[in-house]
């Protein structure tokens, strides 16, 4: 049975509503702390949605934990479990607004920050206890996606991440731990080195941005959802080692000859233009709910098939 948790979120803006969708969802009590005002509006009114997201991709709660919200960070993080801090990507901030959280909680209590972009041993350094102190970053939309990247700083406890790592996996996430830590992480590095190249296709004339972007979907996109690049590839040949021997020449033939992509004028009115033909009218709000309705169905599989 699920160890039943306090959480507590620090920041609520569309991050920390999705991570309190998560764990509520999950059961876990959520206690809430941002300092802007009238967040709790716009969060009541979402909330139905992103349950709604969540019992299509998991089934019902059972037993949905409780959420509220605290006018100071002292009552928010009064007998917590584990933080999850989402506040902006300023690390003076952040070092001030995680060396304040450890005022509140235990010595034990590991605090977790959303960072998509700043170096845990760089916002550790002010810690009483930098040790506790890990990166959990999730992938948008956060309360769909599997993903959470956990990182340590310099300063980080083994224990800490391997305690994160079984609070993110029993609430249904993917999480993957890297072994350095390295700007953007895992999948952000993935997605630049393949944008960059896809911008730069672009700008080059090679091809329009549907025609890049239906290149991926309906090629390597689909594939390596469910299996990933490296398992995927290697069904193409007799195993991995096969493939590299025997497709290597034609890779290290596109590597030699990738393009650079510099995002000046030019290239952003390119790459605008060629996005607007794309979208074709549609509004930010239709497509952004064709893809929550479509993950749903999505990970389902993945979740059914996935190779990992």
């Not at 650079?260 to 952003?268: G, V």
């Not at 605008?272 to 033909?277: F, L, N």
Request: hydrophobic share 45%; proline share 5%; glycine share 8%.
């Amino acid at each position: 049975m699920m160890e039943k948790l306090t959480i507590g979120i620090v920041g609520f803006g569309v991050i920390g509503q999705r991570w309190t969708a998560c764990f509520a969802h999950a059961g876990h009590a959520v206690r809430v702390f941002d300092p802007t005002e009238r967040r709790e509006a716009a969060f009541s009114e979402a909330l139905p949605a992103l349950m709604a997201d969540l019992d299509a991709l998991k089934g019902a709660s059972p037993a949905p934990g409780t959420i509220h919200l605290f006018p100071t960070l002292a009552e928010t993080l009064e007998g917590v479990d584990f933080v999850q801090e989402n506040g902006p990507e300023d690390l003076a901030l952040k070092r001030r607004l995680l060396a304040e959280i450890e005022d509140h909680v235990g010595d034990e209590i590991v605090i977790a920050s959303s960072s998509s972009a700043l170096l845990v041993s760089d916002m550790q350094a002010e810690c009483r206890l930098p040790g506790r102190v890990v990166l959990g970053h999730p992938f948008n939309p956060a309360h769909l996606m599997p993903l959470v990247e956990i990182v340590g700083g310099k300063a980080s406890d083994p224990q800490a991440i391997a305690r994160a790592r079984a609070i993110y996996e029993a609430i249904g996430k993917k999480p993957v731990t890297l072994n350095r830590e390295v700007t953007g992480h895992i999948a952000l590095r993935l997605m630049g080195a393949m944008w960059r190249e896809a911008i730069a296709l672009v700008r080059d004339g090679v091809a329009s941005v549907e025609d890049v972007d239906r290149a991926f979907m309906y090629g390597p996109g689909a594939k390596w959802t469910l299996q990933g690049s490296f398992i995927s590839n290697s069904l193409n040949a007799e195993g991995i080692e096969d493939f590299l021997r025997k497709y290597g020449p034609t890779y290290q033939a596109i590597w030699d000859t990738l393009l650079d992509a510099k995002l000046d004028e030019e290239t952003i009115r390119a790459v605008t233009a060629s996005t607007a033909a794309a979208v074709d009218g549609r509004s930010q709000v239709d497509l952004k709910a064709a893809r929550e309705a479509g993950l749903v169905g999505i990970l389902k599989t993945v979740a059914e098939r996935g190779a990992l």
